[in-house]
Nanobody
Framework: QVQLVESGGGLVQAGGSLRLSCAAS????????MGWFRQAPGKERELVAS????????IYTNSVKGRFTISKENVKNTVYLQMNSLLPDDTAVYYC????????????WGQGTQVTVSS
């Protein structure tokens, strides 16, 4: 099993920046890819960005391209989501999750961290 702990959320003004962290522990050798998801009130959960555990491949949803950067620090088994030029529409609870294969589902989830962007 993989355990995930997110941190770094908070309140920021539009145009500001935040960096989210997701620390993984346990059977990290079983991770294929880690993703950052978000869910705003009344909206469906969406995949914002993801990275392969070896760090070689990243994917972003269109609305965050050029503003968000996902990266991994191997020594700490931690994945970061650097969020710049934040918009009020970025307000949501952000979750990190992992999946164990290229076709598998995201089946390990963190507890979530709130990001609020004020206008």
């Amino acid at each position: 099993q993989v355990q995930l702990v997110e941190s770094g959320g908070g309140l920021v003004q539009a145009g500001g920046s935040l960096r989210l962290s997701c620390a993984a522990s346990g059977r990290t050798s079983s991770i294929y890819r880690m993703g950052w998801f978000r869910q705003a009130p009344g909206k469906e959960r969406e995949l914002v960005a993801s990275i392969t555990w070896n760090g070689g491949s990243t994917i972003y949803t269109n609305s965050v391209k050029g503003r968000f950067t996902i990266s991994k620090e191997n020594v700490k088994n931690t994945v970061y989501l650097q969020m710049n030029s934040l918009l009020p529409d970025d307000t949501a609870v952000y979750y990190c999750a992992t999946r164990g294969s290229i076709s598998g589902a995201y089946d390990n989830w963190g507890q979530g961290t709130q990001v609020t962007v004020s206008s």
